[in-house]
């Protein structure tokens, strides 16, 4: 019987998807480039790349770390302005499984930029550990991350469920050998997720998924 789940975090406990987007969105303009949400999907959510190869002028990988790094500065103000709160339902849910499930949260998101996020969620209590982007050389879509976090969590692959909101978290959770359970949001409800384990659309049905897991 499954007892521990991998938690991605940005789209799944915390609807952070949108305020990325803006804040890419924003900064690339100022570049020449108006990246439009499937732009957002293709290079963000489902390839890792970056929309760095789409600006009007070709840029130097010297050049593309110095944007990043403003990119990056930016997202973490515009994060220390606003209140995140977790996905509605997520709290409830969170506590609810705890009886039957331990947690931890695999992020490619920044520490600096998730402890931001973090801060009034009170949603950290129910994990056992966090690993971000921050701590793994290759980020999802390859499996390093989730194979850190099964390596963490301490129970073999058949004990261990995913839950992803993105392709290319689902691909590095099949790729790391566990079943991943998708919740979709507005940037991939066209997106089909062929190999998840369990496709939901909302936080009741991500928690009957999880109550009814063998």
């Not at 799944?12 to 570049?31: G, I, K, S, W």
């Not at 929309?51 to 840029?59: I, N, R, T, V, Y």
């Not at 392709?167 to 089909?192: E, T």
Request: net charge negative.
């Amino acid at each position: 019987m499954a007892n521990f789940i991998l938690w991605d975090n940005d789209g799944v406990l915390v609807d952070t998807e949108a305020l990325y987007y803006q804040c890419n969105r924003d900064f690339y303009q100022t570049l020449g480039l108006e990246l439009t949400e499937q732009q957002f999907f293709q290079c963000f959510l489902l390839d890792n790349i970056g929309a760095w190869h789409l600006l009007p002028e070709q840029l130097t990988e010297t050049a593309i770390a110095a944007l990043r790094l403003e990119r990056n500065r930016r997202y973490a103000s515009m994060l220390s302005e606003v209140n995140i709160a977790p996905v509605p339902g997520m709290a409830a849910l969170l506590a609810q499984l705890k009886p039957r499930y331990q947690h931890g949260i695999v992020t490619s998101a920044h520490r600096q930029h998730f402890e931001l996020i973090h801060r009034h969620t009170n949603l950290l209590a129910h994990f056992q550990f966090v690993l971000t982007g921050d701590e793994v050389k290759q980020g999802k879509p390859h499996p390093e991350p989730y194979l850190r976090g099964l390596a963490q969590s301490g129970q073999p692959a058949e004990q261990v469920i995913v839950v992803e909101d993105s392709p290319r978290g689902l691909q590095a959770a099949i790729a790391a050998g566990l079943r991943c359970v998708v919740i979709k949001h507005s940037f991939c409800r066209h997106y089909d997720f062929a190999g998840a384990w369990q496709v939901v659309e909302t936080v009741s049905q991500l928690q009957q998924c999880l109550m009814d897991a063998d």
